[in-house]
T-cell receptor
Framework: AQTVTQSQPEMSVQEAETVTLSCTYD???????LFWYKQPPSRQMILVIR??????QNATENRFSVNFQKAAKSFSLKISDSQLGDAAMYFC????????????FGKGTKLTVNP | EPEVTQTPSHQVTQMGQEVILRCVPI?????FYWYRQILGQKVEFLVS????????KSEIFDDQFSVERPDGSNFTLKIRSTKLEDSAMYFC????????????FGDGTRLSIL
């Protein structure tokens, strides 16, 4: 079974600085998708960014980018120019191909942004 | 932008009672999911639903749980004989088809069992 590990329960960053959240995963599949979801205190689940495993190019969405290392099974999220509104729980998630294509989540990293 | 809608936002129920959580997925989506998040823990998959039947369920999804798509728009999760440990946030999600489309989540229903 696939597993997702987020080794940083909590992280903090100064406003306008850059922070990187770590995620590793375990799978025997060669084709899959990876996601970062943001969960603010309101507890919504908001998609931040996604990466297809077959794409070598790292995904970017404005201030958010990923460092996808397929061989190392690593998928880190970089947040540049951090803003107070970035404060939230961040969940890394894996989705395989075939079957129901359910999401497998990590335990999350709580990000605090200090003014 | 279309959204997944969940009702109610908060449900308080006595232990042993039945509860139905409701979801309206995005209209052209074909795959539907329920996830659970116990306070302070990670989000866990419960069940997926496609073509009017369960396509996969986790070990959490035992006989106490059932899902239904009673009409063309609603997708419900029923929990029979609720237990204290069923207290959690329940998220509904939907996705249009296979491929690289992500799941879209609703805002969740917070279920409190007393």
């Amino acid at each position: 079974a696939q597993t997702v590990t987020q080794s940083q329960p909590e992280m903090s960053v100064q406003e306008a600085e850059t922070v990187t959240l770590s995620c590793t995963y375990d799978t025997s599949e060669s084709d899959y998708y990876l996601f970062w979801y943001k969960q603010p205190p309101s507890r919504q689940m908001i998609l931040v960014i996604r990466q297809e495993a077959y794409k070598q190019q790292n995904a970017t969405e404005n201030r958010f980018s990923v460092n996808f290392q397929k061989a190392a099974k690593s998928f880190s999220l970089k947040i540049s120019d951090s803003q107070l509104g970035d404060a939230a729980m961040y969940f890394c998630a894996y989705r395989g191909q075939g079957g129901s294509e359910k999401l497998v989540f990590g335990k999350g990293t709580k990000l605090t942004v200090n003014p | 932008e279309p959204e997944v809608t969940q009702t109610p936002s908060h449900q308080v129920t006595q232990m042993g009672q039945e509860v139905i959580l409701r979801c309206v997925p995005i209209s052209n989506h074909l795959y539907f999911y329920w996830y659970r998040q116990i306070l302070g823990q990670k989000v866990e998959f419960l069940v997926s639903f496609y073509n009017n039947e369960i396509s996969e369920k986790s070990e959490i999804f035992d006989d106490q749980f059932s899902v239904e798509r009673p009409d063309g728009s609603n997708f419900t999760l029923k929990i029979r004989s609720t237990k204290l440990e069923d207290s959690a946030m329940y998220f509904c999600a939907s996705r249009p088809d296979r491929g690289n489309q992500p799941q879209h989540f609703g805002d969740g229903t917070r279920l409190s069992i007393l």
